[in-house]
């Protein structure tokens, strides 16, 4: 166990599996009171018990980020359990869809109202609480596709997920002076559930093949990078976007 985060409460969401689990767990490693939040409440109780029993200070929320009651419910849930919150992570995230064509306008609305709506409900909820406190840290995920188009997703995820880029940059400016950081991270291909239901096995392969450093992301490559952006290693950085994608926004691998 470190201790970087120590006194520090964290809110991941999206945390019960993929991505969000692995940074809750690495905050919670470095000290962090980790509120593990999903609207899947079974497994994100699953998920804080497994934290428990590792060593890690959680507790399981259910929470749907896109409504608004519920992102209110969760910052003040854990200001009455853990008396602060100082991290916010923004990681709930889904894709529906297929061709542009093809999306139908309820897919367009559950994509955004997760995707962006849900940055935003969990945001404007936790910063009054973190001006309050001094200071904070929001760290969103985006994606690769919210600096290109996703190539695995459609196009309703790709807008989603320029938007949040958007959305960060503006929160950064308006919230720095309460001393409050806000960056993006884009992850690449991950390998985690969300990627195994949209692709089949040779896509993966036909994907890793183009991937300059040869591989998949693994959810632990995400969470050493989000552990600088909301840790004090990062205290200077404010509005910005850290990819980690093995070089896959580079080009395409060619075989020499
Ligand atoms: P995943 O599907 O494996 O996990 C997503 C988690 O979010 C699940 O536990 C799910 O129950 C939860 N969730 C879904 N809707 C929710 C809601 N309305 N409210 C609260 N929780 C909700 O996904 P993942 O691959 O771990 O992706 C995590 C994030 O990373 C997403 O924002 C995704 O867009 C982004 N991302 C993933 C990849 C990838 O290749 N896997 C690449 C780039 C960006």
């Avoid at 991505?19 to 899947?40: F, H, K, N, P, S």
């Avoid at 994509?111 to 001006?131: F, H, I, K, R, T």
Wanted: proline fraction near 3%.
């Amino acid at each position: 166990m470190g201790s970087r985060l120590a006194g520090r409460t964290a809110i991941v969401t999206g945390a019960a599996q993929g991505i969000g689990r692995r940074i809750a767990e690495e905050l919670g490693t470095e000290g962090a009171d980790v509120i593990v939040a999903d609207i899947d409440a079974a497994a994100a109780a699953d998920t804080a018990d497994e934290f428990e029993s590792s060593g890690i200070t959680a507790t399981a929320v259910e929470c749907d980020v896109s409504s608004m009651a519920d992102a209110e419910r969760l910052v003040e849930r854990t200001v009455e359990e853990f008396g602060s919150l100082d991290i916010l992570v923004n990681n709930a995230g889904i894709s529906r869809g297929e061709r542009f064509q093809d999306i139908t306008p309820e897919e367009w609305q559950q994509v955004m109202d997760v995707n962006l709506n849900g940055v935003y409900n969990c945001s404007v909820q936790a910063a009054p609480e973190m001006a309050e406190a001094d200071g904070g840290r929001i760290l969103n995920i985006s994606s690769i596709a919210g600096q290109n188009i996703s190539y695995e997703g459609p196009a309703n995820y790709t807008a989603s997920k320029w938007g949040v880029i958007g959305l960060t940059k503006h929160m950064a400016w308006d919230l720095a002076e309460y001393g409050i950081r806000v960056n993006a991270l884009c992850p690449g291909g991950t390998l985690t559930p969300l990627i195994e239901e949209l692709t089949t096995p040779e896509e993966r392969s036909e994907t890793r093949e183009k991937i300059p450093l040869d591989r998949w992301a693994e959810p632990e490559d995400h969470a050493d990078a989000a552990l600088f952006l909301v840790s004090d290693r990062s205290s200077y950085i404010t509005g910005t976007t850290l990819t980690v994608d093995g070089g896959l926004t580079l080009g395409i691998r060619h075989e020499v």
